[in-house]
């Protein structure tokens, strides 16, 4: 299977889907919640679909009422201009990495199989993983494994690179780990190497502005009545998605007019968080750090 699509009964239910609507999947991947939604549809429904990786629309979907797009979902208000569709009535997205992308050596997301420092969701951008770790001043390596990831010794593993490169230049996985192994600690090796890489991906993608510009842009996207159904992993994506849905925007702060007015442009649906159960954890460990957050445009 290319991707195990994580809470795909609750994410899609969120949807409300209107048989007749627009809808939105911008992370498609395998396509596993594109199918859910299309369930969903009448023949007068319609469906969009991005993703920035070419592997993922080798699983395009085969439906006249289905559209994939190659490209990144922080341009997704240009996308559906290019379409001429000025609104949508849901967006759905699962934010992170696909099990596919894991799971192939070569695409270097998993620290466990070794294979070139890539990380690049997007096979056409330039900078990769092993450039970063390369060419990136101290100060901005600092930057990154600092707010990127949970490490609390960056300040340790920062030399260590910088150290390396003085003579050397990384190539791959294997190098890069015998590399900072000193600043690994001896309980908890495999959670901190998975912090480490996921602060490598998210800066290779630059994965917090996207982000940010996708979510900024909803508002003005979905129809009154539409909803959103975002999964997020970590804190990075889990955060600005909750700010969106309780300030409106993604940094946290409630703006008013002159007269001191507000207004937050969504409802959020689901009262807390929803995760996973334990019988779908055992199933798809990805699950385990996953939340759902579910909005709608009022």
Do not use: W
Request: overall charge neutral; charged content about 25%; aromatic content about 10%.
């Amino acid at each position: 299977m290319y991707h195990n699509p994580v809470l795909l009964k609750e994410s899609v239910e969120g949807l409300n889907i209107n048989p007749n609507g627009v809808y939105v999947d911008v992370t498609f991947g395998g396509g596993g919640h594109s199918a859910g939604i299309l369930a969903h549809l009448s023949s007068s429904g319609r469906l969009i679909a991005i993703d920035q990786d070419k592997d993922a629309h080798k699983n395009a979907i085969k439906d006249d009422r289905f559209k994939l797009i190659y490209g990144n979902f922080r341009y997704l208000r240009n996308y559906l201009d290019y379409y001429g569709i000025e609104k949508v009535d849901g967006i759905l997205a699962d934010f992170g990495v696909s099990s596919h992308q894991f799971d192939v050596a070569g695409r270097g997301f998993s620290f466990r199989l070794g294979g070139n420092l890539d990380m690049r969701m997007n096979p056409d951008q330039k900078v990769t993983a092993a450039d970063i770790l390369n060419q990136y001043d101290e100060e901005k390596l600092y930057f990154i494994f600092k707010n990127y990831c949970d490490i609390t010794n960056p300040g340790k593993l920062v030399p260590l690179i910088t150290g390396f490169r003085q003579s050397n230049e990384f190539k791959d996985i294997e190098e890069f780990i015998n590399t900072i192994s000193p600043a690994l600690p001896q309980k908890g090796d495999y959670k901190y190497l998975a912090q480490v890489f996921q602060a490598l991906r998210i800066c290779v993608n630059d994965e917090i502005t996207a982000l940010t510009e996708f979510l900024d842009s909803c508002p003005h996207i979905v129809n009154k009545g539409g909803r959103i159904s975002f999964i997020s992993y970590h804190s990075l994506e889990d955060k600005p998605v909750k700010n969106l849905i309780k300030t409106g925007n993604t940094g946290g702060k409630t703006e008013t007019d002159i007269f001191g007015r507000s207004f937050l442009p969504f409802k959020q649906i689901n009262r807390h968080v929803i995760i996973p159960d334990e019988n779908e954890i055992l199933a798809n460990p990805r699950a385990k750090s996953a939340k759902l957050r579910i909005a709608e445009r009022v």
